[in-house]
């Protein structure tokens, strides 16, 4: 099981309760969508899983990854630290370093399994350049591994910070609305590497999105969450503009604005195949 989550709730301090007794499981190398309203309780559901936020104390709340606790009873595990080695987390606004080169932002992956000396020499080795450009190529942007994060777009950003997964080793990816910034062709380009990891690797990928058509086109799997709870969880081919409506009612607007989810749910399209190169042995 790559993900078990039990009796998690979530308050914050101006009163507002955010998430409201969430169970949930996802199994080794599922791709599944998580989409919800803005102030659903996506983003603060990622942020917990991935050890970042402590859920309410509790009795009997849990979060597992790959069955190592990540947190119980609304308190963080003590060893953290190793377990977040095996999350990589995409955020929407990148967490690159501007002024670093791109191949430098990517591997920071690898800082949990160098000595610190290291690290804060950015002093990498061969093998781990080569680790990283190699992850470069399979996103696409090989070519940019000498620039300055500051001079890609938006897309190559985003494409920068999922090679920085792959380095990490995560076998749980988590994006957080990795899309919402991009236009439509490097949303679709985000989508594909990101399936693609989850097919040829093994990888589990969680990411949640505000474009119900994306989720439908690109994970078999959806949940659903409206005012901090879980209101659908299953096949994304069943998610239809009138069930939307049930779960969601006005709300619902915002999804179906603009979207060809009518097409997309009667006939679910398989993303395309991306071209992976030959690893790459070295470059300068």
Same mark, same amino acid.
């Given at each position: ?48 899983? &991935? ?25 963080? &595990? ?8 095996? $999350?990589?987390? $995409? ?12 191949? $430098? ?99 589990? $990928? ?58 997309? &749910? ?19």
């Amino acid at each position: 099981m790559a993900l078990k989550i039990q009796k998690l709730d979530k308050h914050f301090a101006n009163g507002k309760h955010a998430l409201c007794d969430i169970n949930l499981t996802i199994g080794e190398g599922e791709m599944v969508a998580l989409i919800g309203a803005s102030g659903s309780g996506k983003s603060t559901l990622l942020r917990m899983v &991935a050890g970042l936020l402590p859920a309410d104390v509790a009795e009997g709340s849990l979060i597992e990854v790959n069955g190592q606790c990540v947190q119980r009873n609304g308190r963080i &595990a003590s060893d953290i630290r190793g377990i977040r080695s095996q $999350v990589g987390f $995409v955020f929407q606004q990148f967490n690159l370093v501007d002024r670093l080169p791109v191949l $430098v932002n990517v591997l920071v992956g690898r800082l949990h399994c160098m000595p610190l000396w290291r690290g804060v020499l950015r002093w990498f080795n061969a093998e781990e350049r080569a680790l990283g450009l190699d992850a470069l190529q399979r996103v696409g942007i090989l070519e940019c591994h000498a620039q300055r994060a500051s001079t890609l777009s938006g897309g190559q950003q985003q494409r920068a910070a999922i090679a920085r997964t792959l380095v990490q080793g995560a076998q749980l990816v988590l994006a957080d609305e990795p899309i919402a910034s991009l236009d439509p062709e490097s949303s679709r380009n985000v989508m594909e590497i990101l399936t693609r990891i989850q097919r040829e690797d093994g990888r589990t $990928v969680l990411v949640s999105l505000h474009q119900v058509d994306m989720a439908i086109r690109y994970c078999p799997r959806v949940i659903a969450l409206n005012q901090g709870r879980v209101v659908y969880d299953g096949p994304s081919a069943e998610l239809t503009p009138a069930l939307l409506r049930d779960l969601y009612g006005m709300q619902a607007d915002e999804f179906l604005s603009g979207s060809d989810l009518l097409n997309a &749910a009667s006939a679910p399209v398989e993303a395309p195949t991306l071209v992976w190169r030959q690893p790459v042995a070295q470059m300068a």
